[in-house]
């Protein structure tokens, strides 16, 4: 059996095509979405990844911008520029692109971006909305998750789902997302005992743990389905993900591919939180 390959910049091309009739109608009511992303440093991976975030903002029509700092920045400069920008009507979202340099408080910048413009997910106040089953925004990998179960048809309901690695941009939100669906979830980590015996039984895996090929075949469920969050460059500078893809592809479902499957669907998802966003607030006018 080889499984069925969730294909997800496909998915994410579809949904970015759907995005652009809406941001031509907030446009038009003067509420243009607008996305400012903050980088501090000069983290060559951090820069692709804002450069791609910006990107795609512009070519829907949103309103984008990069703001960058050197690493020595103190933490009181990107503060006001957080206040400021929560001050901006024009702004829906704002991002800042972690990790930041050990001198920040991480956990206090992100508690500065105003709520309503946290199109991250990552404020306290939205956190706790999606563990209540009232999601206001979701964080964007498991948001783009969550649109390739649907896509592949994938039935949650009653499902033993798995997530290896317990991250709050990753593990934690997808655990609340799944429970949510009504799978019966088990989230694992580097202290679990038996992870053969959790990975195994699992209808639904996701792994998200940073270490490439991971997830072996012999640690798949025959006709799961395998989520591959991970991101890793080889020594020969090929990506992979967190799952032996080769493997398991003869004994999974369906699998997402690594480049190609949920990393498109991450930048893909920002985008839908900060038209999500300006819609709120052109609706509250």
Do not use: W
């Amino acid at each position: 059996m080889t499984a069925q390959i969730i294909d997800g910049k496909a998915l994410a091309e579809e949904l970015r095509q759907g995005f652009k009739g809406r941001v031509e109608a907030l446009t038009a009511k003067g509420h243009k979405p607008g996305l400012v992303v903050i980088l501090v440093g000069a983290d060559p991976a951090s820069e692709v990844y804002v450069r791609n975030k910006v990107n795609g903002c512009l070519a829907i029509g949103m309103h984008s911008e990069k703001i960058t700092y050197d690493a020595t920045v103190d933490q009181a400069t990107v503060l006001d520029k957080i206040a400021e920008l929560n001050a901006n009507p024009a702004i829906h979202g704002i991002l800042v692109q972690l990790p930041l340099p050990k001198h920040f408080d991480e956990e206090a910048v992100l508690e500065a971006i105003a709520a309503d413009k946290d199109v991250d997910g990552f404020h306290a106040e939205n956190v706790g909305a999606l563990a209540q089953g009232n999601p206001r925004f979701i964080p964007c990998t498991p948001y783009g998750v969550m649109k390739m179960f649907e896509k592949g048809n994938v039935d949650l309901s009653g499902k033993e789902a798995v997530v290896i690695g317990r991250s709050n941009i990753v593990g934690k939100p997808m655990a609340l997302l799944l429970i949510n669906a009504g799978a019966t979830v088990t989230v694992c980590n580097s202290r679990t005992k038996d992870l053969l015996g959790h990975t195994r039984r699992a209808d639904i895996l996701v792994a998200a743990v940073g270490k490439p090929k991971f997830v072996t075949a012999d640690m798949v469920k025959p006709g799961a389905v395998v989520i591959d969050v991970g991101i890793n460059r080889l020594p020969d500078g090929k990506l992979c993900g967190d799952v032996d893809y080769a493997g398991c592809l003869e004994v999974a479902g369906q699998i997402t591919p690594v480049p190609g499957g949920v990393g498109p669907m991450t930048i893909t998802m920002l985008l839908a939180n900060t038209i999500e966003a300006a819609e709120r607030k052109a609706a509250a006018n």
